[in-house]
C-alpha cells in the first residue's frame, strides 16, 4: 500500500518502540522528583501528573474568584473607611491570586476558556468553604483570620510543589494571604478589646459558623482521600490534608485564647503525650453534601460567576476588537 511514513514498523512493534521511550522518560522525571528536582512547563511529564496539576491548580483558581465573593458582600457596609479600604485590597488581591492561578493553570496546556467553561457549567470544584454565608462585618474578620489562616497553613507548603510555575505563583500569594490573616485578626481583636457586648456576642457568633467549615478546607481524612498518595509522591502535595488541619487547629487554638473567643468544640484539648491538640469528629457529611452542590449559597455562588462573565462579554469583544486593530495597524506600517 502507498504510503508517506518513514516509520513502516508493524504497529505493535511501534507502540513498544513508544512505550520504551515513554518508561525512559518517566523514569528520569521519577528519578528528578525524587533527588528535590522542579519541572517546568516544557519539561517532559506523565499526562496523569499534568492532568492533576490541571485540576488542582483550576480548583485552586476558581476558590480565589469565588472567594471574592462573600466578601464583596460587605464592601459597601464596612463600618469604617479604614476597614473599607483594608477590604477593597483583599478582594483585588483575591482576584490577582486567581490571574496568577490562571496563568500557571495554561502553562500545562489548558485555555483559560476551558477553565471558565468547566466553572460556570459547574463540573470543576472550588473550595467548599466559599459556600457559606456571611452574615455580620465579624464574619469579615473571621474569614481572614480563619479561612486565610487555613489557606495559609496549606498553602505555604505548595511553595515547593514539584511543578515550577505553580509553586513561584504561591511565593507572591502566601505574602499576600498573610497580610489578609493578620487584618482578619486585627478586625477581631479591636472587636474583643473595644467592642460592646453585642459586638463581642457577634464574634463568637462568627467563630461558632466558621470553624467547623474551617477545617473541611483541608480536604477528607487523609483515608478517604482520592489524590493525596499519588500527588504526595509526585511532590505536588507536601504534607497531607490530616496533618495540614491539625497544624492549623494546634496554631488557631492558641489565638482563640489570645483573642478571648472559643472555639465550638466540646473535644478540644491539648494532649501532652501527642503534642498536640485533640479535637472532635468533624462533620464529612456535610462536607460532602457542600462539595456535592448542595451548602447554603453553591447556587448563589455559581449563579454570580455566570452573570459576571455574561456581563463582562463587552469588554472581552472590546479587547480583541482593539487588539486586531493594533495588530492590522502594525501590518500595515
Ligand atoms: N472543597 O483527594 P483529595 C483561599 C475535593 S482559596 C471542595 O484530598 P486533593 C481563599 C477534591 O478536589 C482555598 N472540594 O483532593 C480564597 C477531590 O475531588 P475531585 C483553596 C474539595 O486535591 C479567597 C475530592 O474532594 N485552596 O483560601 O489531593 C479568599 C477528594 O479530595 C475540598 C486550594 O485550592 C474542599 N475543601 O486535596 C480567601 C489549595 N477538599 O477533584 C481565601 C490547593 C477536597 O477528584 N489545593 N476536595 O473531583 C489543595 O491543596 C488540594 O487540592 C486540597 C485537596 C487539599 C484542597
Redesign the pocket.
Known amino acids: 500500500m502507498y504510503t508517506q511514513a518513514m516509520d513502516t514498523a508493524p504497529k505493535e512493534e511501534r507502540k513498544a518502540v513508544r512505550s520504551a521511550e515513554e518508561a525512559a522518560l518517566e523514569q528520569r522525571f521519577d528519578t528528578k522528583l525524587d533527588d528535590g528536582g522542579f519541572i517546568e512547563a516544557k519539561d517532559w511529564m506523565p499526562a496523569h501528573y499534568r492532568k492533576t496539576l490541571v ?2 491548580i483550576s ?2 483558581a476558581h ?2 474568584i469565588v ?2 465573593l462573600p ?1 464583596g458582600n460587605w464592601a459597601t457596609r464596612a463600618p469604617t473607611l479604614k476597614r473599607k479600604c483594608i477590604l477593597l485590597a483583599k478582594i483585588q488581591d ?1 482576584g490577582g ?1 486567581g490571574l496568577y492561578l490562571y496563568a500557571a493553570a495554561e502553562t500545562l496546556g489548558t485555555s483559560r476558556d476551558e477553565l471558565f467553561d468547566a466553572l460556570h457549567s459547574g463540573k470543576a ?6 459556600n457559606y454565608p456571611t452574615l455580620s462585618w465579624a464574619d469579615i474578620g473571621v ?1 481572614g483570620w480563619l ?2 489562616g ?2 495559609i497553613m ?2 505555604v507548603p ?1 511553595t515547593r510543589c514539584s511543578y515550577a510555575p505553580y509553586a513561584r505563583a504561591m511565593v507572591r500569594i502566601c505574602r499576600e ?1 498573610s497580610f ?1 490573616q493578620r487584618q482578619g485578626f486585627d478586625a477581631l481583636n479591636v472587636m474583643m478589646r473595644e467592642g460592646t457586648d453585642a459586638q463581642k456576642a457577634m464574634v463568637q457568633d462568627a467563630v461558632d459558623r466558621w470553624w467547623w467549615p474551617s477545617l ?5 481524612p487523609d483515608s ?5 498518595e499519588q ?1 504526595m509522591r509526585w511532590g505536588i ?1 507536601r504534607i497531607s ?1 490530616d496533618d ?1 488541619r491539625q497544624k492549623f487547629v494546634d496554631a488557631t487554638a492558641q489565638q482563640a485564647q489570645v483573642l478571648g473567643v472559643t472555639l465550638p468544640d466540646p473535644l478540644l484539648k491539648w494532649n501532652e503525650a501527642r503534642g498536640h491538640h485533640d479535637f472532635g469528629p468533624i462533620d464529612w457529611a456535610e ?1 460532602w453534601r ?2 456535592g452542590g448542595h451548602g447554603p449559597c453553591n447556587k448563589e455562588r455559581l449563579a454570580a460567576r455566570v452573570k459576571a462573565w455574561d456581563d463582562g462579554a463587552w469588554v472581552r469583544d472590546a479587547a480583541l476588537a482593539h487588539a486586531r486593530k493594533q495588530t492590522t495597524r502594525q501590518e500595515a506600517a
Not at 473541611?216 to 477528607?220: I, K
Not at 478517604?224 to 493525596?228: L, V
Open positions: 485540576r488542582q480548583q485552586h476558590s480565589e472567594g471574592m466578601e483575591e491570586h470544584k472550588y473550595s467548599s468553604i466559599f474569614i479561612v486565610d487555613a489557606a496549606n498553602q505548595l494571604e489578609h473541611m478546607m483541608f480536604g477528607p478517604e482521600s482520592t489524590h493525596s500527588s502535595k490534608n495540614l462536607f457542600v462539595v
